[in-house]
């Protein structure tokens, strides 16, 4: 069992940047992919970034390539993601999520955290 706690949401402006962190416990941290997917209103969830366990891959959805990145700090057992230039499209629920296999956590992560509220105004 793999326990995710989220922190670093809030309410930004266009352009602003904010870092999100995600914490797990249960597991080994290094044997585990991290992903984050959010949830805005009134639509489906949606992957976000995802990074293999020891950190050398690296996945991002086309909506954000080359203004987020996902990273990791083993030592830490932390997961972290650095949104830049942010768009009030990207306004959502931003989950956590976690599997033993980089492919699933990109699709379909065994676990999630409660999600952390991300605004962003125009």
Do not use: H
């Not at 949830?39 to 489906?44: I, R, T």
């Not at 390539?65 to 993601?81: E, Q, V």
């Not at 650095?82 to 065994?110: F, R």
Request: hydrophobic letters at 35%.
């Amino acid at each position: 069992q793999v326990q995710l706690v989220e922190s670093g949401g809030g309410l930004v402006q266009a352009g602003d940047s904010l870092r999100l962190s995600c914490t797990a416990s249960g597991r080994t941290f290094s044997n585990i992919a991290m992903g984050w997917f959010r949830q805005a209103p009134g639509k489906e969830r949606e992957f976000v970034a995802a990074i293999s366990g020891l950190g050398r891959g690296t996945y991002y959805a086309d909506s954000v390539k080359g203004r987020f990145t996902i990273s990791r700090d083993n030592a830490k057992n932390t997961a972290f993601l650095q949104m830049n230039s942010l768009k009030p499209e990207d306004t959502a629920i931003y989950y956590c999520a976690a599997d033993g296999a980089t492919v699933k956590v990109q699709s379909e992560p065994t676990y999630w955290g409660q999600g952390t509220q991300v605004t962003v105004s125009s």
